[in-house]
């Protein structure tokens, strides 16, 4: 690819309308390839493969449960986050080189769901946001319906991480459901360019293991129950990120899933090479926090919003950068 061409910034295709970004519906693919065919003509866009520098754009459970309004866990923020996203990706299509995405992906039963547990004094499902932990468990206060002993061990071996409690999710991103899907428009504009770039887009699916939980894209919070694996870390997807020269980070929420992924990607990076954190981009407008949880007092219990800033501040610490969408991506 000309230097040229490379640094240029590219017009926003005529399909793009940022209305149905907040929108649940069937993606337009034969719109969407034939406008890519002429737009990849009349504007010289050349195949990925062509690239000297090689740049990844990761995003982080960019579905339905989480980006549109409804969703049992719809992130505030996100919509915009998507359309950002979006203008990103084709703005810049003719540098990135490959496109990734992680689908978080659910079952009805699965272990920080309603329906695994029993709630003894209710005589119904723990309602969400509950917090389970060995202790109720071993007073019979929460009854596991399925898998009893791994059920607990699970628990115990969540508590020895010191970093999460067993909490009870609203159901989400059910794998089969809408909200399991990416969001359609963001969903578009990746498919736009994967055929204007003749590029395949990769998904990388993540929290299947109905024993597990999966907030990093990377590795599970616990990755053996009483001997048995039930996940570890991902390193075939780590090496394919680490093998470009940037990758981008996108997706939801900057509190939760985008921060406990990066930890991982750090972790890993200064295992194998501290220096491989300078590859590392955040698009801070491309992510938003969960809201802060409060008190019927108005007292802040847990400050999302600051944890995801303190986290953005430890990963520019260790090399990583945090910049914006509409910075520019060859310099």
């Not at 992680?102 to 003894?120: C, N």
């Not at 400050?303 to 953005?312: C, G, H, L, T, V």
């Given at each position: 690819m000309?230097?040229?061409q490379q640094?240029?910034i590219?017009p926003?295709?005529?399909?793009?309308?940022?209305?149905?970004?907040?929108k649940l519906?069937?993606t337009?693919?034969?719109q969407?390839?034939?406008?890519a065919?002429?737009y990849?003509?009349?504007?010289n866009i050349t195949?990925a493969t062509d690239?000297d520098?090689?740049?990844?754009?990761?995003?982080i459970?960019v579905q339905?449960g989480?980006?549109?309004?409804?969703?049992?866990l719809?992130v505030?923020?996100a919509?915009e986050?998507?359309?950002?996203t979006?203008?990103f990706?084709?703005?810049?299509?003719?540098?990135?080189?490959?496109l990734?995405f992680?689908?978080?992906t659910?079952h009805?039963?699965q272990i920080?769901h309603?329906?695994?547990?029993?709630?003894?004094?209710t005589?119904d499902h723990?309602a969400?946001?509950?917090i389970?932990?060995?202790?109720?468990?071993k007073?019979?206060?929460?009854?596991?319906?399925r898998?009893p002993?791994?059920?607990l061990?699970?628990v115990?071996?969540?508590?020895?991480?010191g970093k999460?409690a067993l909490?009870?999710?609203?159901?989400?991103t059910?794998l089969?459901?809408?909200?399991h899907?990416m969001v359609?428009?963001?969903?578009?504009?990746?498919?736009?360019?994967?055929?204007?770039?003749r590029?395949?887009?990769?998904?990388?699916?993540k929290?299947e293991h109905v024993?597990?939980?999966?907030?990093?894209?990377?590795s599970?919070?616990v990755k053996?129950v009483?001997g048995k694996?039930?996940?570890q870390?991902?390193t075939?997807?780590f090496?394919a990120?680490?093998?470009n020269d940037?990758?981008?980070i996108v997706?939801?929420?900057?509190?939760?899933c985008?921060?406990?992924t990066i930890e991982?990607l750090?972790?890993?990076?200064?295992?194998?090479d501290?220096a491989l954190?300078?590859k590392?981009?955040?698009?801070?407008?491309?992510?938003s926090?969960?809201a802060a949880?409060?008190?019927?007092?108005?007292?802040?219990?847990v400050d999302?919003?600051?944890i995801a800033k303190?986290?953005?501040?430890?990963f520019?610490?260790?090399g990583m950068?945090?910049?914006?969408?509409?910075d520019?991506?060859?310099?």
């Amino acid at each position: 690819m000309g230097a040229n061409q490379q640094n240029q910034i590219l017009p926003i295709p005529s399909f793009f309308d940022k209305a149905l970004f907040d929108k649940l519906y069937m993606t337009r693919d034969a719109q969407i390839r034939e406008e890519a065919m002429v737009y990849s003509r009349d504007n010289n866009i050349t195949p990925a493969t062509d690239d000297d520098q090689r740049i990844a754009l990761f995003g982080i459970d960019v579905q339905g449960g989480f980006c549109l309004p409804g969703a049992s866990l719809f992130v505030n923020g996100a919509v915009e986050d998507s359309i950002r996203t979006a203008e990103f990706i084709l703005r810049n299509m003719n540098k990135i080189t490959s496109l990734h995405f992680s689908l978080d992906t659910h079952h009805v039963y699965q272990i920080f769901h309603p329906t695994w547990w029993w709630d003894t004094t209710t005589n119904d499902h723990p309602a969400p946001l509950t917090i389970i932990t060995s202790e109720l468990i071993k007073q019979n206060r929460f009854r596991p319906l399925r898998l009893p002993l791994d059920s607990l061990a699970y628990v115990e071996e969540l508590e020895k991480t010191g970093k999460y409690a067993l909490i009870i999710w609203p159901y989400h991103t059910l794998l089969g459901s809408p909200g399991h899907a990416m969001v359609p428009a963001v969903f578009e504009a990746a498919m736009f360019y994967a055929v204007a770039r003749r590029q395949q887009i990769n998904f990388e699916t993540k929290g299947e293991h109905v024993l597990t939980e999966n907030y990093s894209v990377m590795s599970p919070e616990v990755k053996k129950v009483r001997g048995k694996v039930v996940g570890q870390f991902n390193t075939k997807f780590f090496k394919a990120l680490m093998e470009n020269d940037r990758v981008y980070i996108v997706g939801q929420a900057s509190s939760h899933c985008v921060k406990t992924t990066i930890e991982d990607l750090l972790r890993e990076i200064q295992l194998v090479d501290p220096a491989l954190a300078d590859k590392v981009y955040i698009l801070e407008d491309c992510t938003s926090p969960v809201a802060a949880v409060v008190d019927e007092k108005g007292n802040t219990i847990v400050d999302f919003p600051a944890i995801a800033k303190q986290a953005f501040e430890d990963f520019k610490a260790a090399g990583m950068h945090v910049v914006k969408s509409t910075d520019d991506i060859a310099a």
